[in-house]
C-alpha cells in the first residue's frame, strides 16, 4: 500500500505547476483524498480536499488558483496550481482517508521563485 506524490519543483511567480499522487495497493476511489503543504518553519495545513462524491472544499489562499480532480481508472488524483505566489512555496502532501484509514504520500517540493 502507498501514496505516491509527485510533480513538484521551481516554478516562476504566475506560473503553474501540476501535483500528481498516485496510489497503489489500495482503490482510491473509496477514498477522499486531501493535499496539505508545509512551509519551512511552520506546521502542516490542508489547503483543499477533493471528496469521493466529487465535493471540493478550498483554503483561502489557494481558492481560485488551485483545482483538484482525479482519475479513478488510473488511482490517482491531481492538485492544478496556477497564478503560483512565493507564499506557495512548501512541502506539499497529499492524503488518503476512508472513514479510519489515512494513506500519507511523501511529499513533494514546490518552490516559487524569480
Known amino acids: 500500500v502507498q501514496l505516491q506524490a509527485s510533480g513538484g519543483g521551481l516554478v516562476q511567480p504566475g506560473g503553474s505547476l501540476r501535483l500528481s499522487c498516485k496510489a497503489s495497493?489500495?482503490?482510491?476511489?473509496?477514498?477522499?483524498v486531501a493535499w496539505f503543504r508545509q512551509a519551512p518553519g511552520k506546521k502542516r495545513d490542508w489547503i483543499v480536499c477533493g471528496r469521493k462524491n466529487d465535493e471540493k472544499d478550498y483554503r483561502n489562499p489557494v481558492r481560485g488558483r488551485f483545482a483538484v480532480s482525479r482519475d479513478n481508472a488510473k488511482s490517482t488524483a491531481y492538485l492544478q496550481m496556477s497564478a503560483l505566489k512565493p507564499e506557495d512555496t512548501a512541502i506539499y502532501y497529499c492524503r488518503a482517508a476512508y472513514l479510519r484509514t489515512n494513506y500519507w504520500g511523501q511529499g513533494t517540493q514546490v518552490t516559487v521563485s524569480s
Open positions: 495497493g489500495f482503490a482510491l476511489d473509496y477514498y477522499s
